[in-house]
């Protein structure tokens, strides 16, 4: 079975900070992780992924996230918040190997503080 | 390339109707997967279609079904609405099916079905 928890359901920063969102996964197997990011009305759109290459992915906008598998963990970063970054923000895991369908975790709102 | 297009985009049901929600994945994707996000329950995945053939389905009730036709357009339709329905239903393409293609599936804008 594959899980994935955001520990944090709301996370507000201010404008100009760094962003940290948290995300803890379970897999039996060696997992595809991603984190999507919803802006009001909109579809979800891809952020980055890790697919077992480089331990550290980089993403659009400035994002990026680490895989630690000792910590199971898989948490989302970006050096300075913008504004445009106000938005909810999920953690996918999808087997690498398996027939299984993207399992996402229960989202993180992030708000900006002007 | 056009990205993946979901219509209607807005729709508004009465309780024992039967909806149908369309999505165009792609162009090139032959995979296409269904979810329901609900404020309750988050983004649940419904099931997921490769090649016409269903390969994957989410714990949904029989209610909820669906069908890919030879140009990889998708349909998902809900019968006998209940008012727990109202969601947003988003259509996301892959070029391979899921699990295989290690890579993103391409999200769509959604359908916000209202059910009263």
């Known amino acids: 079975a594959q899980s994935v928890t955001q520990l944090d359901s709301h996370v507000s920063v201010s404008e100009g900070t760094p962003v940290l969102l948290r995300c803890n996964y379970s897999s039996s197997y060696s997992p595809s992780l991603f984190w999507y990011v919803q802006h009001p009305n909109k579809g979800l759109q891809l952020l980055l992924k890790?697919?077992?290459?480089?331990?550290l992915v980089k993403g659009i906008n400035g994002f990026e996230a680490e895989f630690k598998k000792s910590e199971t963990s898989f948490h989302l970063t970006k050096p300075s918040a913008h504004m445009s970054d106000a938005a909810e923000y999920f953690c996918v895991v999808s087997l690498l190997f398996g027939n299984e369908k993207l399992t996402f975790g229960t989202g993180t709102r992030l708000t900006i503080i002007p | 390339k056009a990205g993946v297009t979901q219509t209607p985009r807005y729709l508004i049901k009465t309780r024992g109707q039967q909806v149908t929600l369309s999505c165009s994945p792609i162009?090139?994707?032959?995979?296409v997967s269904w979810y329901q996000q609900t404020p309750g329950q988050g983004l649940q995945f419904l099931f997921e279609?490769?090649?016409?053939?269903?390969?994957n389905k989410g714990n949904f009730p029989g209610r909820f079904s669906g069908r890919q036709f030879s140009n990889s357009r998708s349909e998902m339709n809900v019968s006998t609405l209940e008012l727990g329905d109202s969601a947003l239903y988003l259509c996301?393409?892959?070029?391979?099916?899921?699990?295989?293609?290690?890579?993103?599936?391409?999200f769509g804008p959604g359908t916000r079905l209202t059910v009263l």
């Open positions: 279609y490769f090649s016409e053939t269903q390969r």
């Open positions: 890790y697919t077992s290459a480089a331990t």
């Open positions: 996301a393409s892959t070029l391979r099916a899921t699990g295989t293609s290690r890579g993103e599936q391409f």
């Open positions: 162009s090139g994707h032959r995979s």
